[in-house]
């Protein structure tokens, strides 16, 4: 009998389930609309997930952040606070053993004008740019967002693709789908919510001429008082896909170099023409299209020069193109100007060998990538 009797009592231990820790903590502040909290007396770490009594109704909480003895608590937004006021001791509880649920995140702040939404992450879990998150609307319609930034672990999200954005609020609870992985396991997200960009770049060129013609004629025009000297350099038709995780970007471009002079009854143009393959090597690994970058463009090159005399005896004189090829590299530093739109300066180095005229060019650069 008394074997008997152990056994139940450890049977009954065996199929207990793990119990969960309570306690309770002061409400210092409540801020209804968007079902915010700030309390006092709660020791737990930002993003912990937490359940909270309110009124009766269990609410899914989370620790959105902690400053000195004030927390502030992010509760589901189908928690009602009518009740709760300034002053009241709420208990909650937390599982000892939690559950996959705390892959989710819940948001945190809404800014629909921008098509963003931000979520705090949690210490244990390691979100990357490109993780994906489904979101469900009020009457079950789902859409799945992915991460566009992230920055003091705060994710934000991009909901333009969501048809019911606008009815998007804090506290509605993201669903993890996939590119998550818990704090200590190795993940890294595909970063890009789209699979195409584009380029569009002005810039400033020293040039520099090897061949003897083209060095006397742009150095006898630069020594005329008469005459002006205009150029620009151009990245036309950017066009790059994703690979490698979204930290290279591979396509095509065509870049355009002008050199003119114009004044008295001469005008002169000499135009290079690169077009071919380009890369772009990011750095950042967190925030697709912020921080330093790379970048290197290789093709097929063409060389033309026009001189226009207004005289009586002038007229049009082409130079006949030339082909060959070009190589252009260099770095810079971008950052993001808008939520699909980045900001690129960079400093371009190029050679081209087109026929008998080999130019270098050093380029100052801002690009436009969308």
């Keep these: 009998m008394k074997n008997r009797s152990y056994f139940l009592l450890l049977l009954s231990i065996i199929l207990l389930p793990l119990p969960a820790w309570s306690a309770s903590f002061l409400v210092k502040n409540v801020k209804k609309e968007k079902n915010l909290l700030i309390v006092t007396g709660l020791s737990e770490a930002e993003g912990s997930k937490l359940t909270v009594s309110v009124g009766g109704q269990d609410c899914v909480a989370q620790v959105n952040k902690v400053k000195g003895p004030n927390t502030l608590l992010q509760l589901d937004f189908n928690c009602n606070l009518a009740s709760v006021e300034k002053g009241n001791s709420l208990s909650y509880t937390k599982e000892l053993n939690p559950d996959s649920k ?7 702040r809404v800014e629909a004008k921008k098509h963003l939404i931000y979520a705090n992450i949690p210490p244990s879990l390691t979100v990357n740019v490109g993780s994906e998150f489904t979101i469900f609307s009020p009457d079950r319609n789902y859409c799945i967002i992915a991460v ?3 920055s003091k672990n705060i994710a934000a999200l991009n909901t333009r693709k969501c048809s019911f954005e606008y009815e998007i609020r804090v506290g509605m609870p993201l669903e993890a789908r996939s590119n998550i992985s818990k704090r200590g396991r190795t993940g890294q997200g595909s970063v890009g919510l789209d699979s195409m960009y584009f380029l569009f770049g002005a810039g400033y060129p020293t040039i520099t001429y090897s061949n003897a013609q083209d060095k006397s004629t742009t150095d006898t025009l630069k020594s005329d008082s008469s005459v002006s000297n205009f150029r620009f350099a151009l990245d036309l038709l950017g066009v ?5 995780n979204g930290l290279i970007l591979c396509g095509g471009l065509a870049h355009v170099v002008r050199d003119g002079y114009s004044g008295g009854s001469t005008k002169y143009e000499i135009y290079q023409i690169q077009a071919g393959t380009s890369f772009l090597f990011f750095f950042n690994k967190q ?3 912020k921080g330093l970058f790379l970048r290197a463009d290789a093709g097929m090159a ?11 005896e002038g007229g049009v004189s082409n130079t006949p193109a030339k082909n060959g090829w070009g190589a252009m590299a260099g770095g810079g530093w971008s950052f993001n100007a808008t939520d699909s739109v980045m900001m690129m300066g960079q400093v371009l180095y190029a050679y081209r060998s087109m026929g008998d005229s080999k130019i270098s060019t ?3 650069v801002l690009g436009l990538m969308f």
Excluded: C, H, K, M
């Design 102 to 108: 705390l892959d989710n995140l819940v948001i945190s």
């Design 148 to 150: 566009v930034s992230i």
């Design 240 to 244: 790059y896909f994703p690979i490698s």
């Design 287 to 289: 925030r697709f299209g």
């Design 302 to 312: 063409r060389y033309t020069a026009t001189a226009v005399t207004n005289s009586e």
């Design 362 to 364: 050093i380029t100052a």
